[in-house]
């Protein structure tokens, strides 16, 4: 059974880096991509960053240049790195992953604030 935790959320000030990590993967090379999503009341969650299999990688056009995703095969863990965040990066974080029998997994999500 696949369980999907992330971690590393928290508070920061604009500007500022967090790392995401997210653990749960039976293998990564299981799932055909593993990406983050991330949610603000009232609109729908929102993809921000995919990595494939084979390692190519996908972003939001708000994130390019700032964020970074990547996984550790070894671990079986993907991250997500935040650099120079803003206030609107402010959401809950999910990690998700579809692996390669197309089951789809989430995670529960962290909190991520970006104070200004």
């Known amino acids: 059974q696949v369980q999907l935790e992330e971690s590393g959320g928290g508070l920061v000030q604009a500007g500022g880096s967090l790392r995401l990590s997210c653990a749960g993967f039976?293998?990564?090379?299981?799932?055909?991509?593993m990406s983050w999503f991330r949610q603000t009341p009232g609109k729908q969650r929102a993809l921000v960053a995919t990595?494939?299999?084979?390692?190519?990688?996908n972003y939001a056009d708000s994130v390019k240049g700032r964020f970074t995703i990547s996984r550790d095969t070894a671990k079986n863990t993907v991250y997500l790195q935040m650099n120079s965040l803003k206030p609107e990066d402010t959401a809950v974080y999910y990690c998700?992953?579809?692996?390669?029998?197309?089951?789809?997994?989430w995670g529960r999500g962290t909190q991520v604030t970006v104070s200004s």
């Open positions: 990595i494939t299999s084979g390692g190519s990688t």
């Open positions: 039976e293998s990564t090379a299981s799932f055909n991509h």
């Open positions: 998700n992953g579809v692996r390669k029998d197309l089951y789809n997994y």
